[in-house]
């Protein structure tokens, strides 16, 4: 693809953006791109912290007066009939700016489905970073979008979009997919000559050698390699969420309620993701799932990034390929293909122009939910506590959560994981439970509104 061409209106035009949440590092990262595109005004910014965003500002060069705050509608007006970056803490003030597009990052969906709806209904396209909001109403805002004549889409940069993008590049291409998949956040750093392992910050001291090369038996082999390393997390809540995302926009369904999270080496991608009869670890195929890069210090990373599993249909072709350094399963019957990074808002803006220019979106197409990230509570929970969601990645303590079929999330009447954050429980909650739907207070909430006219669920 050659997107000087397909882009070739950005010469004539000024895309107006408004960016909600600047402050995080999606937003911040978006921020030093738009910097570098004439094409992109940055008419509106949009977070309740405005002494930090201001810092955020100033931290990349932005000149001072480059950026007004505004706290009534005149106030808005004003700044931009001067050319000004509006900045505002009161995200309905946005609805005073002329723009063409949105992108939204707060992270806060109870927050983030209103201004979605809000740009939608006034025609503007959107972006949504916030994948929390997106897993819970996606399918529903996808089709305000079309009413509207405008585009809601993941933004590229994120997992989400990057893998719907890889997903969809394969089957234009003609390749059964048999699973899509991303690697976890962070890599798992095994030093073979001091037998240790590095995890973010920790360092452990642990022998792999009789696992680190994938036996005969995978699944042996991926067990003793938990094992070995079962003092370090394997699993991470934002994944689920992503890869609910994914799945409602491909149709594939996961690959089980807990995701399998093997710890792998890139070159063994397609010997472990395959079905069980081919020696994998898959029940079925057409799923999404995760894995946790294992690698040495010397070796380049996944980076976060995407992959695909695809079916060998020619022996000698991918024999070709596997020669010249592609990933083939030892059979040959399958192929990995992965992109080995996110770059966050740094790509974002080739979503922008999509929106804008072609009235395409980049990741999402969610016509209904296909899966459902739930919560299943470790302990257990009294009526009146609050199942706060925190930290970085907007976990609810006390609570794991697991992806399952939208199907039998009916069935067992099993709220969707960021519909119950940070909602009162009006009844007990025994450990083990799945959080019910019908014990949240849900009262006044918008994403229950919006995930309530999701097409089906």
């Known amino acids: 693809m050659n997107y000087e061409h397909l882009f070739n209106a950005l010469g004539e035009r000024t895309i107006r953006m408004a960016l909600v949440g600047p402050k995080g590092g999606f937003g911040r990262s978006l921020l030093v791109q738009c910097r570098a595109l004439a094409s992109i005004d940055i008419a509106a ?251 040495r210090p010397d070796d380049v990373s996944f980076g976060g990034g995407v992959f695909v599993i695809v079916r060998c249909k020619d022996d000698e072709t991918w024999q070709l390929l596997k020669q010249k350094g592609h990933i083939v399963g030892k059979n040959g019957r399958y192929a990995c293909i992965y992109l080995p990074y996110h770059l966050m808002g740094l790509e974002t803006p080739m979503s922008i122009f999509s929106a804008v220019l072609l009235d395409q979106p980049t990741g999402h197409a969610a016509q209904r939910p296909y899966a459902r990230m739930v919560a299943r509570v470790e302990r257990d929970f009294k009526a009146g506590e609050t199942l706060k969601m925190g930290g970085h990645h907007h976990t609810i303590e006390g609570v794991k959560p697991l992806l399952i079929e939208t199907g039998k999330a009916v069935a067992s009447g099993a709220a969707p994981f960021y519909l119950a954050a940070n909602k009162r429980l009006l009844a007990d909650v025994k450990q083990g439970s799945l959080v019910p739907l019908d014990v949240l207070d849900l009262d006044g909430s918008a994403l229950y509104e919006a995930w309530q006219n999701n097409p089906s669920h």
């Open 45 to 295: 910014l949009c977070d309740i912290d405005i002494d930090g965003t201001l810092a955020v500002l100033a931290s990349l060069g932005f000149a001072a007066n480059a950026t007004r705050v505004c706290e009534t509608a005149d106030d808005v007006r004003n700044a931009r009939a001067e050319g000004v970056t509006v900045l505002v803490k009161d995200h309905t003030l946005l609805k005073h700016v002329e723009l063409d597009i949105v992108v939204e990052a707060t992270g806060l969906p109870e927050v983030s489905v209103q201004i979605a709806q809000n740009a939608l209904e006034r025609g503007v396209h959107v972006a949504m970073a916030t994948k929390e909001t997106d897993s819970v109403a996606g399918p529903y805002l996808n089709r305000l979008a079309k009413e509207n004549g405008v585009v809601y889409t993941t933004p590229d940069g994120d997992q989400p979009s990057n893998l719907i993008g890889l997903v969809t590049w394969a089957r234009v291409l003609g390749f059964e997919v048999i699973v899509a998949g991303k690697s976890s956040e962070y890599d798992f750093i095994y030093d073979t000559g001091a037998r240790s392992i590095d995890y973010l910050d920790q360092r452990h001291e642990v022998s792999l050698d009789a696992c680190w090369t994938l036996g005969d038996d995978v699944a042996a082999t991926l067990e003793a390699r938990r094992k070995a390393l079962s003092m370090l997390p394997q699993s991470a809540t934002p994944d689920y969420c992503e890869m609910n995302v994914v799945a409602n926009s491909t149709g594939f369904i996961p690959a089980t309620d807990a995701l399998n999270y093997p710890l792998a080496r890139i070159s063994e991608l397609a010997d472990i993701f395959i079905p069980k009869e081919d020696g994998g670890i898959l029940e079925r195929t057409g799923v999404v799932d995760v894995f946790n890069c294992l690698r």
